[in-house]
């Protein structure tokens, strides 16, 4: 009876934990749900700043700046909580096939993430470690670290190159996305409209304030798409969790079930045995008896 017990307090702890995986992985889910509300709006915004900058451009394109030395930024957008597989190994090993296919060995790296970061606590080449998003409401807070970052590496005489490492959605793997120098080159423009657009601004101060919008917005679209894969890979992960704790479950549930088969068989053997050893002195005494009527 101990083993049977030990397994059903086993198993029970097993459903414990099953509960949770469940309510972590449903959360993880009604995330995502949020997440592609807030995508959508910030999607529209990014591509209206596109717009712009592409009108804009179309008249003033010696406004864009142009530099022969770039400072070399990777931004790696890995996960704050665990529970999502190899989430950030898929990500490190991508960024390291890409600097050795483009030949950039040593750029600075900035890593958010708690689970990422703790993977390049060593590294040297990270210039910034930034806590991530647990949920969608915290993605400014990382994003304004992230700004600040980069504000602080930006000089007068060395343009940057900006490139993001983040998941796509829907499984689709791992995507970079060159945010610095912004747009296309005016060069690949036609201008939309026959006249320029009315500014308020000198073209070169207009430029530059819409290369910060275009970046804040930017960064923040792709921290909500990291976030939105982030959680799809959780939910996956924890599906999966989930259905071996439940087939562990009913594992466990079957020994108990046999074990107690057990336990009752053994039970109706000490029955019976203990009625047959009753049986026995009960039939010698009536054999007793008869034998003592016969001699009278």
């Not at 009876?1 to 414990?16: C, G, K, P, V």
């Not at 529209?44 to 700043?49: C, F, G, L, P, T």
């Not at 700004?147 to 993001?164: F, H, K, P, Y």
């Not at 601004?201 to 976030?227: G, M, N, R, T, W």
Request: aromatic residues 6%; charged residues 25%.
């Amino acid at each position: 009876m101990s083993r049977r017990r030990e397994l059903e307090r086993h198993r029970h702890t097993l459903d414990e934990t099953r509960e949770i995986m469940n309510s972590m992985k449903t959360l993880a889910y009604m995330e995502t749900r949020k997440l592609a509300r807030f995508l959508d709006a910030q999607r529209s915004v990014v591509a209206h700043i596109e717009t712009v900058a592409g009108d804009f451009l179309g008249f003033y394109p010696e406004t864009f700046p142009q530099s022969d030395k770039l400072l070399q930024v990777y931004l790696l957008l890995g996960s704050e909580r665990g529970f999502c597989g190899e989430f950030n190994e898929t990500l490190l090993a991508e960024t390291e096939s890409h600097m050795q296919d483009s030949g950039i060995n040593t750029p600075r790296l900035i890593a958010t993430g708690r689970k990422l970061c703790d993977r390049l606590a060593k590294d040297p080449r990270v210039i910034a470690f930034i806590d991530g998003a647990n949920v969608a409401e915290e993605v400014e807070k990382t994003l304004i670290q992230i700004i600040n970052n980069l504000t602080g590496l930006r000089t007068q005489d060395e343009a940057m190159a900006l490139r993001v490492f983040y998941h796509e959605p829907e499984g689709e793997g791992v995507a970079m996305t060159q945010i610095l120098p912004p747009f296309e080159q005016p060069g690949k423009r036609v201008p939309i409209f026959s006249h320029p657009p009315l500014l308020n601004l000198q073209p070169k101060a207009f430029l530059a304030e819409l290369i910060d919008h275009y970046l804040f917005a930017a960064l923040h679209q792709i921290l909500y798409v990291s976030l939105m894969a982030e959680n799809q890979h959780r939910v996956q992960h924890l599906e999966g969790a989930v259905r071996h704790l439940e087939d562990k479950s009913a594992d466990l549930l079957h020994r108990c079930n046999l074990l107690r088969q057990e336990e009752i068989i053994e039970e109706i053997e000490v029955i019976l045995l203990s009625t047959d050893s009753l049986d026995k002195p009960l039939h010698k005494r009536k054999s007793l008896t008869t034998s003592d009527s016969r001699k009278e």
